[in-house]
């Protein structure tokens, strides 16, 4: 099998976000098939290749702001220069842009997924979410061009519906031209991370909604869970002992904080929900291993990488070193490392993936 350093992946890989990736959607246009998509809570990201066969990740928020469809409110839109469709007779901003808007308005955005999955609270999410995977994706090269997704693993904390999620999207994604395959979140990371390993460990992607992990042997997924608390928890959790926005809290934890050493109140607050966060993903993934009865027998020690936009707070895995030592995993573990590219992993290793099903 293809490895994401095969595949491009030397580090480099060229992230394009936000709008600035309609440019790059018409300037390089991928030409080797195969497709990794990302469907994240708080970001969707595509993988391709370009045509030397480099990875390119186009990344965009999962969010939209919806407007007033006046004449006077397209004026404004178009003077801010901001980008937009129309939708049922109302003006919709997506992604980064209605991020920037959002600020602007002094309003929340929307937000179509909430907890790894997609939102009930929703009505708009799923047309919504179409416009942004197809921005992200673009065309397919040729019909049914072979598309890995990701999907949640189900949580061990909450009863949730990963199977309408899956059809949803394989629907979606069959219907814009592809050959959709969806693939767990957990086993993308050790597709995209652990090929140095014969692709054997453990990989966990910390993202906005929620943790999944996967215990992978020789590239066959083990043992695949989730936890239903992410970023987004840690935000609510920390707004709520603060008295301040969720918003807020986002800002402060993206601005460069270290969880070792955090300064003042509101960085003390963020930094005992992200240990906390670590010590209960460890703690599930203890007893998830203690459970399982048809393991491999783990003879060496394994690796575990850790990815996805949580993970990219300072002292992430250092702190994650001081508490796997309180849990005491019932296999041996060789080395705790970041991802390459820890927000792009999920979706080169479905790209891996997608690459690797058309041998
Ligand atoms: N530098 C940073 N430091 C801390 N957290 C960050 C940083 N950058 C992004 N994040 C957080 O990462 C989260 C988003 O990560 P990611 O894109 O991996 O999630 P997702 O894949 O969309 O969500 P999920 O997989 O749970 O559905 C958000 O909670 C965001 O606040
Ligand atoms: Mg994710």
């Not at 997704?149 to 009863?159: G, H, L, M, T």
């Not at 709520?240 to 109140?265: A, N």
């Not at 030592?325 to 993936?353: H, T, W, Y």
């Amino acid at each position: 099998m293809a490895s994401a350093d095969q595949l491009g992946n030397d580090g480099g890989t060229r992230t394009v976000t936000g709008a600035a990736g309609i440019a790059e959607r018409s300037s390089a246009t991928a030409k080797l098939a195969g497709k990794g998509l990302d469907i994240g809570t708080a970001n969707i990201l595509a993988a391709v290749r370009d045509q030397k066969g480099g990875i390119v990740v186009r990344c965009e928020r999962n969010a939209f702001l919806d407007i007033q469809g006046d004449v006077h409110s397209r004026s404004m839109l178009t003077k801010l220069n901001v980008p937009y469709v129309v939708h049922e007779n109302s003006l919709i901003v997506l992604g980064g842009s209605a991020f920037e808007l959002a600020n602007v308005f002094g309003r929340p955005t929307r937000r179509p997924m909430m907890d790894g999955l997609i939102s009930s609270r929703e009505k708009e999410a799923l047309p919504m979410m179409q416009m942004i995977i197809k921005k992200v994706l673009g065309e397919p090269t040729s019909a049914n061009e072979p598309c890995f997704f990701s999907v949640p693993a189900e949580s061990v904390d909450r009863d949730n519906n990963i199977v309408y999620h899956q059809g949803l999207f394989q629907g979606m994604l069959q219907k814009l031209g592809y050959h959709a395959t969806p693939m767990n979140e957990g086993h993308a990371v050790t597709f995209a991370e652990l090929a140095a390993e014969d692709f054997t460990g453990i990989g966990i992607s910390f993202g906005g909604g929620m943790v999944n992990v996967c215990v992978s042997y020789k590239t066959i997924p083990a043992l695949t869970f989730s936890v239903a608390r992410g970023g987004d928890w840690i935000d609510g959790n920390a707004a709520t002992v603060l008295g301040l926005p969720s918003s807020k809290v986002t800002y402060i934890k993206e601005s460069g904080m270290d969880i070792r050493s955090p300064k003042g109140r509101e960085q003390e607050a963020i930094a005992i929900y992200f240990r906390n966060l670590i010590s209960y993903t460890l703690q599930n993934i203890r007893n998830r291993l203690m459970m399982g009865k048809d393991l491999p027998n783990f003879a060496d020690p394994v690796e575990i990488v850790c990815s996805g936009g949580t993970s990219m707070i300072q002292g992430f895995i250092e702190v994650f070193r001081e508490e796997i030592q309180k849990v005491k995993l019932p296999i041996p573990v060789k080395g705790i490392r970041l991802g390459k590219e820890p927000l792009n992993s999920v979706s080169q290793g479905c790209l891996v993936a997608a690459v690797s099903s058309m041998d």
